[in-house]
């Protein structure tokens, strides 16, 4: 089966993955923005999650955001799957260029990819809003290091946030550049786990000028007719069973 991308991949030596929600629900986190996670949000607090991790909400009330965070965002058990692996693989055999990740969890560095664009930030990086002082996701879940569910700076005592683009807040534009220079570069581009709807999603592949736009998806996207190639089935199932 696939034998048409095995060989797709296999004389390509500029191959870039962009990826989302998918790629990380495979790995047993659910995505927060899905029928479930907006009801299960909404009957526990009262807000959506798209509210609770807002800026503006953030600011008002961070020990709501926390707890909220802290429950449904971080997997710090979470292990790679057969996506992040096989991708982690062609990255070493010189054919992928970079992964490019809505993702938050850290996964493709699990699964041994190096270079990895998250454009939405990542939950093992958090900062002292005051001093800029790193911490990691260890720090931030050790309730020594918070009052409530809030953590604080151990240098300054400044609120922590983590490196993660909360809605209402603007994508960094290097992360952003570094994308958008990937995907216009890619001789192929292999988008997975994604329905394209959430932002900057679909803008990417506007980018793209190669020929072989693969999309692998368990449901139909938007852009299915767009694509030299459309799977519909699980990511890590057919990057695992393409790449050896
Ligand atoms: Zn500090």
Redesign the pocket.
């Known amino acids: 089966m696939y034998d048409d991308l095995r060989r797709i991949i296999d004389e390509s030596d500029n191959i870039v993955f962009f990826g989302g929600a998918g790629v990380s629900t495979e790995s047993g986190i659910p995505d927060f923005r899905s029928e479930n996670g907006i009801y299960s949000a909404v009957t526990k607090y009262g807000n959506s999650p798209e509210e609770i991790i807002s800026y503006s909400f953030f600011k008002r009330n961070p020990e709501v955001f926390y707890d909220y965070y802290k429950n449904n965002l971080i997997y710090t058990d979470a292990k790679p799957n057969e996506a992040h692996l096989a991708l982690g693989r062609l990255e070493e055999r010189g054919k992928l260029i970079a992964v490019v990740t809505q993702n938050i969890d850290g996964l493709h560095q699990l699964g041994g990819c190096k270079n990895v664009i998250e454009v939405h930030g990542s939950v093992l990086r958090n900062y ?1 809003m ?4 790193f911490y990691d996701v260890a720090y931030i879940m050790d309730p020594e290091n918070c009052r409530g569910q809030i953590p604080f ?1 151990a ?4 609120m922590i946030k983590p490196d993660v683009v909360l809605y209402q807040e603007a994508l960094d534009q290097d992360v952003l550049s570094a994308a958008v220079s990937a995907i216009a570069k890619a001789d192929v581009l292999i988008v997975g786990g994604t329905s394209l709807v959430v932002y900057p999603a679909a803008g990417f592949l506007n980018y793209y000028r190669g020929d072989s736009l693969i999309l692998i998806n368990k449901s139909e996207t938007d852009y299915d007719s767009k694509a030299k190639m459309t799977i519909h089935d699980s990511i890590g199932m057919v990057m695992g069973s393409v790449v050896e």
Do not use: I, L, P
Not at 130 to 133: E, F, H, S, V
Not at 155 to 158: D, R
């Open positions: 002292c005051d001093c800029r002082a700076c240098k300054c005592g400044g």
